[in-house]
């Protein structure tokens, strides 16, 4: 399973889509505190937070933070 489809699955959204849609109270993912960096690949952090967010990254880290912090 990639990222994107396990945020999509945590966060109960039906869709992909769904994730950069959802009330600013449920954007942020704090089910994320519990997984890993390495988990997922790097580059599948990186993409989670470009099309979540709309915001360039260059780390996993980076790409982690903003995610629970949108």
Request: charged fraction near 25%.
């Given at each position: 399973?990639?990222l994107?489809e396990?945020m999509?699955?945590q966060a109960?959204?039906?869709?992909?889509?769904?994730?950069r849609?959802?009330p600013?109270r449920?954007?942020?993912?704090?089910f994320l505190?519990?997984?890993?960096?390495?988990?997922?690949?790097?580059?599948?952090?990186i993409?989670?937070?470009?099309?979540?967010?709309?915001q360039?990254?260059?780390?996993?880290?980076?790409?982690?933070?903003?995610?629970?912090?949108?």
């Amino acid at each position: 399973m990639e990222l994107l489809e396990y945020m999509v699955a945590q966060a109960g959204c039906g869709y992909l889509s769904a994730l950069r849609f959802l009330p600013v109270r449920q954007r942020r993912f704090c089910f994320l505190k519990k997984v890993k960096l390495d988990a997922f690949p790097k580059e599948e952090w990186i993409e989670a937070a470009r099309y979540i967010c709309q915001q360039k990254v260059n780390t996993a880290a980076e790409a982690k933070t903003i995610l629970m912090q949108r």
